[in-house]
């Protein structure tokens, strides 16, 4: 498994693997906060299907984890500013 870096100062977004950046330019792009299924919608994902989107899901969860992106109580994502 690909090591994700924690977003510190000196850490740049184009040090995060292809995918991950690609993620995260949709939850920036997005009008507000969105749910993976919608991420997906963009990234071509079939969100119709639930096993599709689980490791995107995991994905969102990692960015979050490490500072990239916040994680809302209600499950949606938005960029951290």
Same mark, same amino acid.
């Given at each position: 498994? $690909? $090591?994700?870096?924690? *977003? &510190?100062?000196? #850490?740049?977004?184009?040090?995060?693997?292809?995918?991950?950046? *690609?993620?995260? @330019?949709? /939850? *920036?792009? @997005?009008? %507000?906060? =969105? $749910?993976?299924?919608? =991420? %997906?919608? /963009?990234?071509? /994902?079939? @969100?119709? #299907?639930?096993?599709?989107?689980?490791?995107?899901?995991? +994905?969102? =969860? *990692? !960015?979050?984890?490490? %500072?990239? !992106?916040? +994680?809302?109580?209600? %499950?949606?994502? &938005? &960029?951290?500013?």
């Amino acid at each position: 498994m $690909m $090591m994700i870096p924690h *977003r &510190t100062s000196g #850490v740049e977004e184009t040090m995060l693997p292809p995918d991950y950046q *690609r993620i995260l @330019a949709v /939850v *920036r792009e @997005a009008a %507000g906060p =969105v $749910m993976a299924r919608q =991420v %997906g919608e /963009v990234l071509g /994902v079939d @969100a119709s #299907v639930r096993a599709r989107l689980e490791p995107l899901r995991g +994905k969102l =969860v *990692r !960015l979050a984890d490490r %500072g990239w !992106l916040r +994680k809302l109580s209600d %499950g949606r994502f &938005t &960029t951290r500013l």
